[in-house]
């Protein structure tokens, strides 16, 4: 699987814009782990043939940022989600830094939690691959801005090319505005965080039904 190998060190090398953080770089040793993470959390689902992928708008500083792999906290890294074998310290999965008590982030949770109730197999990815956040506080959160979301587009198409999905799933208005400006059909859910959660899910059901009812012929541009 050289393949995702070569992505993550693609991700790795991109240069950011201020206020982002790329969990993936060489400037800390730590991200070694995050890169590792990546890489195989790609194999691992790719061997599954996901037909959806799920695409949010960026990592956040307890999530992703942590972990290196889109939708995870630390602790659905090492111990998964019940009905889930996908991550896990048995699988290869590490933290970044040793600790006792693993981070958790709600995103990650419901969306991890109704994947596996509704048996949604899907690849995760973000339309800015890296952490926007506010100036001087690298824990927090921040809309990712139009010129990082075009940064964030190369590596979006790569993932495409790569996998075969069926469908292509916007988890929020970021995500569905670069899906839309790449001339990606897509279908949209509401995002989970700032109570969405409701929402996401009843959009979650409704992209499940569509698929079993309807059937999908593959990624189309608009």
Not at 69 to 78: A, D, K, N, Q, R
Not at 118 to 124: I, K, M, N, P, Q
């Amino acid at each position: 699987m050289n393949k995702f190998k070569e992505f993550v060190e693609e991700l790795a090398a991109m240069e950011v814009t201020p206020n982002v953080c790329n969990q993936y770089s060489y400037d800390h040793d730590e991200n070694a782990a995050r890169r590792e993470n990546l890489a195989l959390y790609l194999e691992r689902i790719y061997k599954l043939q996901p037909k959806i992928m799920l695409i949010g708008e960026a990592p956040g500083y307890r999530g992703c940022r942590l972990t290196g792999v889109p939708f995870t906290s630390e602790h659905i890294l090492m111990n998964n989600i019940r009905g889930l074998d996908l991550f896990g310290k048995n699988n290869g999965f590490r933290l970044a830094a040793e600790k006792e008590k693993l981070i958790k982030e709600t995103t990650a949770t419901i969306v991890w939690e109704t994947l596996v109730k509704y048996d949604l197999l899907v690849v995760s990815w973000n339309a800015f691959p890296f952490h926007p956040h506010k100036k001087d506080n690298e824990l927090s959160n921040r809309t990712p801005l139009k010129k990082e979301l075009l940064l964030g587009e190369k590596p979006l198409l790569k993932l495409l090319d790569i996998f075969s999905v069926k469908m292509v799933v916007a988890m929020g208005n970021k995500a569905a505005e670069s899906l839309s400006r790449l001339g990606i059909k897509h279908e949209k859910v509401r995002h989970p965080a700032q109570g969405g959660k409701n929402d996401f899910i009843q959009g979650m059901i409704h992209i499940k039904n569509k698929i079993e009812t309807e059937g999908c012929h593959g990624v189309q541009h608009m």
